[in-house]
């Protein structure tokens, strides 16, 4: 199991919107947290947000104000809702999970490409 399926990347003019999802095939009960990284080209991967298991949220401050992360529990799912993009977000977004014996996970990455 544990199994990460990202979607919802793609192009987007700037000031756009994208919402990306995350569904994994594992269990919500096992799981402690779930999020967003990103990885521009020629750099590191970067937090952009996560969500624990109680629904604390914790938002990169390059994208506060602009992203939204939330979560079904049942469903094992995260969703990231992206607004006002711009070019600097521009990156492949990574799902993550990290289960409660701290085990971690990795989607295979979705691109998201704004064009100014």
């Known amino acids: 199991q544990a199994q990460l399926v990202e979607s919802g990347g793609g192009t987007v003019q700037a000031g756009g919107s994208l919402r990306l999802s995350c569904v994994g095939s594992g269990s919500s009960f096992s799981i402690n947290v779930m999020g967003w990284y990103r990885q521009a080209p020629g750099k590191q991967r970067e937090l952009v947000a996560t969500?624990?298991?109680?629904?604390?949220?914790n938002v990169a401050d390059s994208v506060k104000g602009r992203f939204t992360i939330s979560r079904d529990n049942a469903g094992n799912t995260v969703h990231l809702q992206m607004n006002s993009l711009g070019p600097e977000d521009t990156a492949v977004y990574y799902c993550?999970?990290?289960?409660?014996?701290?085990?971690?996970?990795w989607g295979q990455g979705t691109q998201v490409t704004v064009s100014s």
């Open positions: 969500i624990t298991r109680g629904g604390y949220t």
């Open positions: 993550y999970v990290a289960t409660l014996g701290n085990r971690v996970y």
